[in-house]
């Protein structure tokens, strides 16, 4: 289920009045718009409020007769957003201060990507400059917070509560958030699910300003925004409505996400059960490890006597069984040679490739051996993500930069058993670099790493068991992102 879509799917239904029915006992929305327009007239006489400029959209004559955005309820009215608010303004540029952290300044970060609102990356202001920030620009319950500046962040919308601040006395706004503040008989909720909508992101987007590294919305694009606008008793029920829906979608993201936790550990105790023999019985007819360790590689003292494994297995260390080397270092002075293509590390994920942008470097003849990789090798990550790893299953050749492992077995084995060996040694942190900041893999780390040689028989049902049970886990898992 995808739960994004029926978020929004809750709000298109919401802001066409579809979510909930009509009352026909509601007093109308144009009775309600009249409320708003005396209140703001007094708050302005009062002093209490700024007065604005009339905008272009707005008029004194019915906005729901024509050049609406689409068709609402009868007793709803088209109206515009600046002309249900009392403060509809970006932030202010503040001067901060570096040991004063009292008065935190509100900045677009605070919206956080995932959602919600935290102060814990905010910077502060200089307290000398208070008096330039008037009682309008301190954040206050219902407001509505939209980021306004910025490509890839423009237009994010946050609804701000004061238990936000926590133990500060107050937030301001920068210069990159608008803040849209309506009148009393206004649900800031309301308001918050229609530039929530898709439909209004949409329009948002395509009403930006600027460069593109440098989107702006205008605040006059936010003033003249159409805005449907209910009775108050049903702007009521809708908020209601939705939050039952939400609860309801959050209740279900937190199922999925406590199921992928599932499918993960399930993974894990599968590698487990796997590399330590018991996941499938063994056979007593199987060939015993140690005659298959015999022909793969003679000169290797063989120690039967494990404590931890089957009877039949032997413990091994990763260079008993496979030739390895790392491939071509990327800052080599050697310009001769045949231009080919090769790997880095940035194309390699857990036993899959991302070859969308492979790369090409010249290779000399006595350096292929040691740098190509074939069929059915198994490829190991040096740097970045240690211990990443991946079996070249195509059927060409392909070269290798020196912060890829290639391991090549000496002898009849199932590599896929050992792709699955490494990552469950990586899970378990038993696998990883040493150095300061970029770490490494050397080849000396890898050969001694331990592991388990099973009959090779049992590797293959190992193997055949693992991805059966691997197949189960990942259909529910793309079950549950459809």
């Known amino acids: 289920m995808d739960t994004k879509k029926l978020r929004q799917k809750i709000l298109d239904l919401a802001i066409h009045g579809k979510l909930v029915p009509q009352d026909p006992n509601d007093e109308p929305a144009s009775v309600l718009l009249e409320h708003i327009k005396a209140e703001k007239e007094r708050l302005i006489k009062e002093g209490k409020i700024k007065g604005s400029k009339k905008?272009?959209?707005?008029?004194?004559?019915?906005?729901?007769?024509?050049?609406?955005?689409?068709?609402?309820?009868?007793?709803?009215?088209?109206?515009?957003?600046?002309?249900?608010?009392?403060?509809?303004?970006?932030?202010?540029?503040?001067?901060?201060?570096?040991?004063?952290?009292?008065?935190?300044?509100?900045?677009?970060?605070?919206?956080?990507?995932?959602?919600?609102?935290?102060?814990?990356?905010?910077?502060?202001?200089?307290?000398?400059?208070?008096?330039?920030?008037?009682?309008?620009?301190?954040?206050?319950?219902?407001?509505?917070?939209?980021?306004?500046?910025?490509?890839?962040?423009?237009?994010?919308?946050?609804?701000?509560?004061?238990?936000?601040?926590?133990?500060?006395?107050?937030?301001?706004?920068?210069?990159?958030?608008?803040?849209?503040?309506?009148?009393?008989?206004?649900?800031?909720?309301?308001?918050?699910?229609?530039?929530?909508?898709?439909?209004?992101?949409?329009?948002?987007?395509?009403?930006?300003?600027?460069?593109?590294?440098?989107?702006?919305?205008?605040?006059?694009?936010?003033?003249?925004?159409?805005?449907?606008?209910?009775?108050?008793?049903?702007?009521?029920?809708?908020?209601?409505?939705i939050e039952y829906w939400f609860v309801l979608i959050d209740q279900i993201e937190q199922d999925k996400s406590n199921l992928q936790t599932v499918i993960k550990q399930a993974k894990s105790k599968i590698l487990d059960l796997a590399i330590h023999g018991k996941l499938v019985p063994q056979d007593p007819n199987d060939e015993p490890a140690s005659e298959l360790l015999k022909r793969i590689n003679p000169k290797v003292e063989i120690t039967c006597d494990n404590g931890h494994y089957p009877v039949g297995w032997i413990d091994v260390i990763l260079g008993d069984i496979f030739y390895h080397n790392t491939g071509k270092a990327l800052n080599s002075s050697n310009k001769e040679g045949v231009l080919r293509n090769y790997l880095t590390t940035s194309n390699v994920y857990w036993n899959q490739f991302d070859l969308s942008l492979v790369k090409q470097m010249p290779f000399r003849d006595n350096e292929l051996e040691k740098c190509t990789v074939q069929k059915g090798d198994l490829l190991v990550c040096e740097g970045g993500d240690v211990g990443r790893s991946a079996i070249w299953n195509f059927d060409y050749n392909i070269c290798i930069q020196n912060h890829i492992h290639r391991l090549r077995p000496k002898g009849d084995l199932?590599?896929?058993?050992?792709?699955?060996?490494?990552?469950?040694?990586?899970?378990?942190?038993?696998?990883?670099?040493?150095?300061?900041?970029?770490?490494?893999?050397?080849?000396?780390?890898?050969?001694?790493?331990?592991?388990?040689?099973?009959?090779?028989?049992?590797?293959?049902?190992?193997?055949?068991?693992?991805?059966?049970?691997?197949?189960?886990?990942?259909?529910?898992?793309?079950?549950?992102?459809?």
């Open 55 to 241: 905008s272009a959209k707005a008029s004194d004559t019915p906005h729901y007769q024509q050049d609406v955005p689409y068709e609402v309820p009868e007793n709803w009215v088209w109206t515009t957003l600046g002309e249900i608010c009392l403060f509809l303004s970006r932030g202010k540029s503040p001067k901060y201060s570096d040991t004063d952290k009292t008065y935190p300044v509100f900045a677009q970060k605070c919206n956080l990507k995932e959602g919600g609102i935290s102060l814990e990356q905010a910077r502060f202001l200089d307290p000398s400059t208070i008096c330039k920030w008037s009682e309008e620009y301190k954040l206050k319950t219902g407001d509505v917070l939209v980021n306004s500046t910025g490509t890839g962040t423009v237009g994010r919308t946050r609804l701000f509560h004061e238990s936000y601040l926590k133990h500060y006395p107050f937030a301001v706004p920068d210069s990159h958030v608008s803040v849209i503040r309506t009148a009393s008989e206004i649900k800031s909720e309301f308001v918050f699910a229609y530039i929530s909508s898709k439909l209004i992101q949409e329009y948002l987007e395509d009403n930006l300003a600027g460069s593109t590294n440098q989107k702006e919305l205008y605040i006059g694009v936010l003033s003249d925004l159409s805005f449907p606008l209910p009775p108050f008793a049903e702007q009521q029920r809708i908020v209601k409505e």
């Open 414 to 482: 199932n590599v896929s058993f050992y792709y699955y060996v490494l990552r469950f040694l990586k899970e378990h942190n038993r696998i990883g670099g040493k150095g300061i900041g970029l770490l490494g893999l050397s080849s000396n780390e890898l050969h001694k790493i331990g592991m388990p040689l099973p009959p090779r028989k049992e590797q293959d049902r190992i193997v055949l068991k693992i991805e059966e049970l691997f197949s189960v886990l990942d259909n529910i898992q793309n079950a549950l992102e459809a």
